[in-house]
């Protein structure tokens, strides 16, 4: 299964299926096994009243302390133990999630059970309660459980791509990454960018690669295709407009990068979503 990092996350289009999302309670000291099978969806686990401690099949053991929100990778394998903080059971509160590219895919957004936001995790209760209480109604609606849904991993990709951008590792080029965020049509020049990070234009290719896997033309040239991708899917543009929506002033040159990055026309993509 592939990964679309958390930083990654943000720009990212994707869908959610499912979905599930209840209130837990454990005895102290109860378990849970996931060892002889891999999870079948993602998950985010709030440990409310409650600490956890994970084995996994590589023996490596994982303890997280209470109010940790947890991310559990689709197809992970674990042992869980629960235990009780000052209360009689173990509280947490679970949200199951399947995560689909838009080629209909499953992906994850890391190869192993991780902590998110660990010191911030009080902007992201309320969401964990609404959607707790969302799917409880007995008129469950599943849109308006995807949009609480949709919304915090948001947030939570938002933090975790400004951290990136703000790392002391890419800080030297975080003038740049936010101008890519901001003018995702615009100069994608090595040169301009360099010296707007005040970088070599060599120090500044590696940096960038090292933080997107992709060079900065790539970084963008993504972007847009992703954005082409969703308009043709709406039906509401033709292929012209798409094409001078996502800042190609040549239709013709614009179906002809689509067909390569995708191996399709835009015009029968639009026909086969």
Not at 8 to 27: E, H, P, T
Not at 104 to 115: K, R, T
């Amino acid at each position: 299964m592939h990964v679309i990092e958390w930083k990654d996350l943000y720009l990212a289009d994707y869908g959610l299926f499912r979905l599930a999302a209840i209130d837990q309670k454990w005895n102290d000291g109860q378990e849970f096994l996931m060892l002889s099978r891999t999870r079948p969806t993602s998950a985010l686990l709030y440990l409310k009243d409650s600490r956890a401690e994970y084995l996994l099949p590589s023996g490596k053991t994982l303890s997280f302390p209470q109010g940790s929100l947890l991310y559990f990778p689709q197809g992970c394998r674990y042992r869980a133990r629960f235990f009780a903080c000052g209360r009689q059971y173990a509280n947490t509160q679970l949200i199951e999630f399947e995560l689909r590219d838009t080629e209909g895919q499953p992906f994850a957004c890391s190869q192993e059970i991780m902590s998110l936001m660990a010191d911030k995790i009080s902007a992201f209760e309320d969401s964990i309660a609404e959607a707790i209480l969302c799917y409880s109604q007995r008129s469950f609606s599943f849109g308006a459980f995807r949009a609480i849904l949709y919304n915090l991993l948001t947030r939570i990709a938002k933090r975790y791509q400004t951290e990136a951008v703000f790392s002391r590792e890419y800080f030297p080029i975080a003038p740049a990454i936010r101008y890519l965020i901001a003018h995702p049509y615009g100069d994608t020049d090595i040169a301009s960018l360099a010296q707007m990070c005040h970088l070599s234009e060599n120090c500044f290719r590696n940096l960038f690669k090292q933080y997107s896997g992709k060079t900065p033309s790539k970084y963008c040239l993504d972007n847009r295709m992703l954005r082409a991708k969703q308009l043709l899917e709406n039906g509401l543009h033709s292929v012209a407009e798409v094409a001078a929506m996502v800042g190609f002033r040549d239709a013709g040159y614009f179906t002809k990068v689509f067909k390569k990055e995708t191996g399709i026309l835009p015009g029968q993509y639009g026909q086969l979503r």
